[in-house]
């Protein structure tokens, strides 16, 4: 049975959005994101679509959920999370990538955070990722990063499996 991801970049109040956009701009977390999601199928909300500088990203099968639009360039359409999932394969991982509302509908059946925890709390938030109960989640990967020139903050990578 595929496997459900939920990858995000988290502040310290679990802010992840303002404006459509982004809160935080890490470089090293768009390049660990590029190399999960790569060759897998992604699945985003329609504003979290628009929010993409080029639109459908390269190399993964993009699906936005939609009940009004039904066209995204260089992407499937669904109206629903269990609509797409039912058209995914068994095998493969699928990667949620926002937004918040999609993020709530999706946590109760992932089986996997992709978090990158970042050491901060916003003054500006309008999109937060859901509270969970870190005791029912197991780390299996985690790796500390501290501030550089081009990371403003200390951040982890960190991946959670729910615990069985």
Same mark, same amino acid.
């Given at each position: 049975?595929?496997?459900?991801?939920?990858?995000?970049?988290?502040?310290?109040?679990?802010?992840?959005?303002?404006? =459509?956009?982004?809160?935080?701009?890490?470089?090293?977390?768009?390049?660990?994101?590029?190399?999960?999601? !790569?060759?897998?199928?992604?699945?985003?909300?329609?504003?979290?679509?628009? *929010?993409?500088?080029?639109?459908?990203?390269?190399?993964?099968? =993009?699906?936005?959920? *939609?009940?009004?639009?039904?066209?995204?360039?260089?992407?499937?359409?669904?109206?629903?999370?269990?609509?797409?999932?039912? =058209?995914?394969?068994?095998?493969?991982?699928? $990667?949620?990538?926002?937004?918040?509302?999609?993020?709530?509908?999706?946590?109760?059946?992932?089986?996997?955070?992709?978090?990158?925890?970042?050491?901060? !709390?916003?003054?500006?938030?309008?999109?937060?990722?859901?509270?969970?109960?870190?005791?029912?989640?197991?780390?299996?990967?985690?790796?500390?990063?501290?501030?550089?020139?081009?990371?403003?903050?200390? $951040?982890?990578?960190?991946? $959670?499996?729910?615990?069985?």
């Amino acid at each position: 049975m595929y496997k459900i991801a939920l990858i995000a970049a988290i502040a310290k109040n679990n802010a992840i959005g303002h404006e =459509n956009k982004l809160i935080y701009w890490l470089p090293n977390d768009l390049k660990r994101f590029k190399e999960l999601t !790569t060759g897998h199928t992604i699945i985003m909300g329609s504003n979290t679509f628009r *929010s993409l500088p080029k639109g459908a990203l390269p190399n993964r099968r =993009n699906i936005v959920l *939609s009940r009004k639009e039904k066209e995204f360039p260089g992407c499937e359409t669904f109206c629903s999370l269990e609509e797409a999932l039912a =058209n995914c394969t068994n095998e493969e991982i699928v $990667y949620i990538i926002g937004g918040e509302m999609l993020y709530r509908t999706a946590f109760p059946i992932a089986d996997i955070l992709c978090l990158t925890e970042i050491d901060n !709390t916003p003054e500006q938030a309008d999109a937060f990722f859901p509270q969970f109960a870190k005791n029912e989640w197991e780390t299996i990967e985690q790796e500390e990063h501290t501030i550089d020139e081009r990371h403003h903050f200390n $951040y982890r990578f960190v991946t $959670y499996i729910k615990r069985k």
